[in-house]
């Protein structure tokens, strides 16, 4: 400050003290971060305390201008100014009004800290609603407390620094409930968790509100503080044996420098450890000089993959060059199959730098099914499995309202109450299971719970109501009659609630599901429960596509929609009275889709026999695409569809192919849903 204020000039000395300053602190926080105590540090702080007080005392008799008083406590330099520590340095500074300084600094606050501050709140909210929801379950992990009061005090400091007061207040009220559990005066009874995990809401919405550049503020503030002081007045009556816990406690951790050190937890967000992974994986990328963690910008990702695709794109053409057709060049196609091979593992890179694992949205669903079990008086534990499954950043973004509905679902329609569990011989508590895994170049999601299952004449019978079946859907398959839950405006709660039963909500979870080039699927036993399964992409920027030719018009298939192909013999082909072909692949009687007539394509093959049938999968029901010929499979790289585009019947968007041309990308769903009506009469 007296540099900045050039109230004495800088010196190689003081730039050498400094510099040494710099080195200790930064010593000292990889300390802390592995032992979370500086124990054992102090005499080398007086030293360099020394020192700088010695400096600043010879600046100021040199330059015979009083710039600080030689009582002030350099250390309040180096530590946030939170609203306590200002009267002390007042006082102390005795040259210079503090407030004159408080002011000056608050100008250097930039857009850049802020979403420093708010980037880093946010993972600390996550990381302290886990915790609370572990200490749910195990009140008397001494570990779980010190992590989650870690958490409110680390945010409270940063709020003070920054002057926002209504957190730093808030925080510190929640720091203070929490300092009288570790201290054994409370016991982290579901009352406490339930208030501090208000805390963590009210918290969580004042930063997004200050993303947003919105005033800091948080309303009924006094009203959420006496809420918390009733809650802390429910207290252990204090005795000699607590107190001398406390002590012991104290005593141990002061003597070891490992007592506080954290225990791995489930409660690390993906992005507090830039890889997702658990406390344990951070402590190990802290531990490791060869691993670093860094902060991308998505931006920056997202153009890395398109200049990546825009390579692949280039390799395909120059390999694909019509200027080398009838050449005979040996070294060249060695060095574009090298090419191929480098490109394909920079692409493999840049897609996996956008996998995210998928720990961040399915822990959120910990406390979604806490909620809802307490509100509807039932007992519900999840189980989580595979959370350290990657899919693409993009279908992070979207599949979390589809999971938030469908665990809300589980919770309220699947698993009954405890009394009628009981009464039909289950355990008490109810079983909701959420996991991941990879197949087949895809990530399915598995929602499960051991409830009564879905009712399926009810579902029949409310959907012959409504007009969306007729009295023939009794004669489907069961997959079939549950794909009615889809259905908008459909719903077979016996009443309203506020958490479902007004029959909104699945069909929008099915749209988002097909928008990601995905599908849902249902199981369900009577009496045993029921299981979502949805299926997604592992990636939505480059995907592995069959090229077809219909006429002079060449489309993409996505291979993961593709069972077989087959050219057709005559007596395969069979014509309903309606009009429409079918075709018979070892007795099931399959649609046939003209993509030629679909889209008007001129050129092109009419008679069966002489083109080919790709049978494609959509629904667990089969169809074929009526194509001239199969030109080959490659890799496409996904165009999005431009706005003035509109929606295209069955398009997913464009892709540029080695040749120059460009390719148009079937969405399967899309199409087969569109030819709903004209297929109907062969589906059931």
Known sequence: DIFRKRQMPMEGEHVELLCRTSDFVRDLLDVIEQRLSDNGYEDAAEKIIGEIQTKISDGRSRENTPTCSPQAKPEIVMEPIVSEQVSEIAQ?????????????????????????????????????ETTLLQMELRPNDKELIEQVFRNFHSFKGNAGFFGYADFEKLSHKAESLLDSVRDGRSSASPAIISILLSVVDVLRIGVHSLEK?????????????????????????????????SDNRMQTESDDGDAGKETPTNGTSASSNGAGGNRADGDKKVASSSQVALRV???????????????????????NSPDLVGLNLDRFEKSIMHLTKITRDIQD????????????????????????????????????????????????????????????????????????????????????????????????????????????????????????????????KDEDVYKLVFEPGLSTAAQVSSISGRGVGMDVVKRNIEKL??????????????????????????????????????????????????????????????????????????????????YKVGNARTKLTEG???????????????????????????????????????????????????STILDIAGLVGSMEGLLADVKH
């Open 297 to 319: 910008d998505v931006e920056k990702l997202d153009q890395l993959l398109d200049l990546v695709g825009e390579m692949v794109i280039s390799v395909s053409m120059v390999s």
């Open 213 to 245: 550049g919105e005033l800091v503020s948080i309303p009924n503030l006094e009203q959420l503080l006496k809420s918390m002081d009733g809650v802390e007045a429910q207290r252990f009556p204090a005795d000699e044996s607590a107190t001398a816990d």
């Open 349 to 476: 890179v840049s897609m996996s730098m956008r996998m995210i694992p998928l720990s961040g949205v399915f822990r959120k669903m910990v406390r979604l099914v806490r909620d809802v079990a307490m509100k509807e008086n039932k007992k519900v534990d999840l189980e989580i499995i595979g959370e350290e499954t990657e899919v693409d950043k993009t279908i992070i973004e979207q599949i979390s309202d589809p999971l938030v509905h469908l665990i809300r679902n589980a919770v309220d329609h699947g698993v009954e109450s405890p009394a009628e569990r009981l009464a039909s011989g289950k355990p008490e508590t109810g079983k909701v299971t959420l996991e991941a895994k990879h197949s087949a170049g895809e990530v399915w999601i598995l929602i499960k719970d051991d409830g009564n299952g879905i009712n399926r004449d009810k579902l029949l019978k409310k959907a012959i109501e409504r007009g969306i079946a007729n009295e023939d859907a009794y004669g489907w």
């Open 92 to 128: 102390q500074a005795e040259a210079e009004p503090i407030m004159d300084f408080a002011d000056e600094f608050k100008l250097t606050i930039t857009p850049e800290m802020i979403k420093r501050f708010t980037d880093e709140a946010m993972d600390t909210f996550e990381e302290a």
């Open 517 to 598: 080039r995905g599908r849902i699927d249902i199981r369900s036993s009577p009496g045993a429960g029921t299981m979502f399964i949805l299926r997604i992409p592992l990636t939505l920027a480059i995907i592995e596509g069959m090229i077809v030719q219909v006429g002079d018009i060449k489309y993409a298939i996505p291979i993961t929609s593709i069972n077989e192909s087959l050219r057709p013999a005559e007596n395969q082909i069979t014509v309903t009275p309606e009009g429409l072909e079918v075709l018979n692949v070892r007795h099931q009687l399959l649609p046939v889709i003209r993509l030629h007539e679909v």
């Open 612 to 662: 080919i049938l790709i049978v494609v999968e959509h629904d667990l029901k089969k169809y074929c695409l009526f194509v001239d010929e199969m030109v080959g499979q490659h890799q496409i790289v996904i165009k999005g569809l431009p706005e003035y585009f509109g929606r295209i019947r069955g398009v997913s968007g464009f892709a540029i192919l080695g040749d120059g041309e460009i």
